[in-house]
Each structure stands twice: as C-alpha cells, then as structure tokens.
C-alpha cells in the first residue's frame, strides 16, 4: 500500500524561473490538498481538490500560483515568476472524507536563490 | 476563525524523562476534529491521533496518551519514558465540520531528547 508521493523532493531555482511540483495521492482518496510550510511555522493551507473539482483557494495562493488536478488522480502545483518569499516546503495531503485523517507526503523543498 | 496554539516552542528532557505537549484550540464550531502529527526532521508529516469533538475519551496508544477536555478546549499529548528517537516537531491541528475540512495547525513544538 503506498502513501502519498511527491517529486521532486528538492528544488533549487532562481528568481523569475517557473516551477512545477506534482502530488500522487493514495489511490482510493478523492480529496487533495496542498499546503506550504516556511521555517518554524506549521503547514499552512493552500489549495483543496474533490475529484477534478479546485473547491477552495487560500488568500496565500496568489495569482502566480496555479494548480490542477487533471482525471481527479495526481496533481501539479506550478509557481510561476518565482520570488524568494516562495521558498519553503510544499506538502500535499490525501483523504477520503471531510474530517478523516489527511495523509502527507514527504514535500518538495523550495529554495529560490 | 479556527486557531491552534501550541505555547511550548521547544522542550529539552533527558531521555526516560515524561514530556506533556500542550495544545489549546478555539473553534465557533460544535462538531470538529483534532490531530496530532509528528514531524521528524525528514520532514515528512505523520500521523499519530484524530480525535472527534464528540468523544472525550482519553486515549493511550504504548507510551503516548492523549488528554482531550472541551471545558478548557485543550488536547493535550503525553510521552511516557521518552526516548532518542521521539526528538521531532509535534504539530497538533485542527479540522472544523464546516467548510472543506482544512487543517489549521499550531506552530509546533520542537522536542529534544538527549541520551
């Protein structure tokens, strides 16, 4: 039984590039989300997927950030023109019901030089 | 608004020591759930309890045991005989009925336990 996967699980980049991260959740969840965690603070949330459907977008999700989940499997969370604010670890949980237990993955740690 | 606080930044004990983490929540909502996740310095965030607002039970799971009371919104976390291996950040957090179920987390406690 695998958990959920993410890839890559570190990247570097510099200012102004675009970056792309993908989540492959436990098969049988149908709820996804993500979250971003800078350095002493907990996970915040960013984004939330039923299925296909993105049903809710944190304020914390600027118009530089854009995520799909393409078929209601994986999905893509991409950064756009990236600053060195976006730095910090991008995780991403799966579920099956509202209030079960959300299962994380390992996270993409972002560094933006 | 939902918020978790978790006033314990960091807590330093020799190992065999008990070592309680605090969690206080505020929540408008009558039905909502908590957890519990370690965090080892892998990053990886792992699941240790959920607990729904409607079962007030204490819960001991080998040397870690949980004390929910809603009179003082507090869900707190015990380790008993602590050990090397439990150094780690332990977030607790919070999931409301309401909305998408979303976790709103506390900042954290950093545990360390020295040999």
């Known amino acids: 039984d695998t958990g959920v996967s993410q890839d890559p699980r570190h990247k570097i980049t510099k200012r102004g590039q675009n970056v792309t991260f993908r989540c492959d959740p436990i098969s049988e969840h149908n709820r996804l989300y993500w979250y971003r965690q800078t350095l002493g603070q907990g996970p915040e949330f960013l984004t939330y997927?039923?299925?296909?459907?993105?049903?809710?977008k944190s304020r914390l999700l600027s118009d530089r950030f854009s995520a799909e989940r393409p078929k209601g499997s994986f999905s893509t969370l991409e950064i756009q023109r990236t600053e060195q604010g976006d730095s910090a670890m991008y995780l991403c949980?799966?579920?099956?019901?509202?209030?079960?237990?959300?299962?994380f993955g390992p996270g993409t740690r972002l560094l933006v030089l | 608004a939902q918020k978790v606080t978790q006033a314990q930044t960091e807590i330093s004990v020799v190992e065999k020591e008990d070592v309680t983490l605090d969690c206080v929540y505020e929540?408008?909502?009558?039905?909502?759930?908590l957890f519990w996740y370690k965090q080892p310095p892998s990053g990886e965030l792992v699941f240790l309890i959920r607990r729904n607002s409607f079962d007030e039970q204490n819960e001991i799971s080998g040397r870690y045991s949980w004390n929910f009371q809603k009179s003082t919104s507090s869900f707190n976390f015990t380790i008993t005989a602590s050990q090397v291996v439990d150094s780690a950040v332990y977030f607790c957090a919070l999931s409301e009925n309401s909305g998408y179920s979303t976790l709103t987390f506390g900042k954290g406690t950093m545990l360390l336990v020295s040999p």
């Open positions: 949980a799966s579920t099956t019901g509202y209030g079960e237990t959300q299962y």
């Open positions: 929540t408008r909502d009558t039905t909502y759930y």
């Open positions: 997927f039923q299925n296909e459907a993105q049903l809710e």
